[in-house]
């Protein structure tokens, strides 16, 4: 499932607390795909904590707590990491993150957590959601099978790669277009694993954010740049990208298009990726300073000069997710959407 599915699955499960219908769930995925951000995502929206809970660094006794002597009989402590109203909150997330990597033993402590919402005398706030994740066995990480009682605890839900998504996120925070165009000019890099492999560096979600870092660490350094990079995202795919963000030297003046000039689009189809990706950084900027009405309109006129449409509407497309509604008042919209209409798809 694409993960903007998978975060209306988790915003909706995390709602569902209020009502009783919380379906407790589980997500799988290989490394570096974004299963524990979009968790984040989902808490720092409704500006909830997350309490992230590693069972693979755990003993059973850890989850149960520690027996003590009460008046003749044997209690239990809880443990003060689980969720509390007075310490974290009315509600949250649980977040048992790694959970394929713990032991059986493990993993059985957490049964009745999380089917039942309690251990022992312990019960989960009513407002608290409970959310798991883990790589599955054939990704090359330290994972056990899930046992079946455990796993039928759960609704089970697979992780996916989507550029657009990946896209739209990059632009909300602030990864360096130069990423974004490169992840344009060539998408199957977004997620490049092969497990068989078993490689230490390669292309995902994460990795790329290193990259970005990276690029604003090393970008005037050329040969450490391209290190860096091949560090970050494996051999192959760090020497194509520090190629083709040394090649960005030939972009057309942004300020240029900004001011209606009339600025050829280039002919390689690389620069054409770079382009559209600044020009919607630029237009997402414009939005957070409340200038876009100077923007959007020029980028627009600009969209239409592609002599392969498909890339203005590409242009456009990412534009419309990173700033929303606001770009159908824009005069020129309805001109190019005339001009474009035979291709012209969106979300």
């Known amino acids: 499932m694409r993960p903007a599915h998978i975060i209306e699955v988790l915003e909706r499960e995390f709602s569902s607390t209020r009502d009783g219908h919380h379906t407790p769930v589980m997500l799988w995925g290989p490394p570096g795909v974004g299963k524990s951000q979009m968790v984040a995502q989902v808490a720092a929206h409704h500006g909830v904590q997350v309490i992230d809970i590693r069972l693979s660094q755990m003993e059973p006794s850890d989850l149960r707590g520690i027996p003590f002597r009460s008046e003749g009989q044997v209690e239990w402590a809880v443990p003060a990491m689980l969720p509390a109203t007075k310490r974290h909150g009315t509600a949250g997330i649980l977040f048992l993150d790694e959970i394929t990597s713990a032991p059986p033993s493990v993993s059985a402590a957490a049964y009745q957590l999380i089917l039942d919402r309690r251990l022992g005398e312990y019960r989960v706030p009513d407002g608290w959601a409970i959310f798991a994740a883990g790589n599955r066995q054939g ?4 994972t056990y099978a899930m046992p079946a009682p455990l796993a039928n605890r759960f609704a089970h839900f697979e992780v996916e ?11 909300r925070n602030g990864i360096d277009e130069r990423v974004i165009a490169f992840l344009r000019f060539r ?8 497990p068989s492999h078993n ?10 954010e290193f ?10 350094a050329h040969q450490l740049l391209v290190e860096t990079l091949q560090a970050c995202v494996g051999p192959a795919a760090g020497i194509e990208a520090a190629a083709f963000v040394r090649n960005l030297d030939k972009l057309p003046d942004l300020d240029a298009i900004l001011r209606r000039e ?37 980028i627009l006129e600009f969209a239409g000069r592609f002599s392969q449409r498909e890339m203005g509407v590409m242009l456009v497309s990412d534009m419309h997710r990173a700033i929303g509604q606001e770009i159908f008042s824009v005069p020129e919209f309805a001109p190019w959407a005339q001009a474009v209409a035979d291709v012209m798809l969106y979300d």
Do not use: C, N
Not at 161 to 171: C, E, F, P, R, S
């Open 139 to 142: 990704d090359r990480g330290v």
């Open 161 to 171: 790669t989507h550029l657009d998504d990946w896209v739209l996120w990059a632009y």
């Open 187 to 194: 998408p199957e890099l977004l997620f490049d694993f092969d």
């Open 199 to 208: 490689p230490i560096a390669f292309p995902s979600p994460r990795s790329w």
């Open 211 to 220: 990259a970005h870092r990276a690029l604003h660490k090393f970008g005037e």
């Open 262 to 298: 009339p600025v050829p689009v280039p002919r390689e189809i690389d620069l054409q990726y770079a382009v559209a990706s600044a020009l919607v950084a630029r237009a997402l900027r414009a939005k957070a300073e409340k200038k876009g009405a100077e923007v959007y309109g020029p």
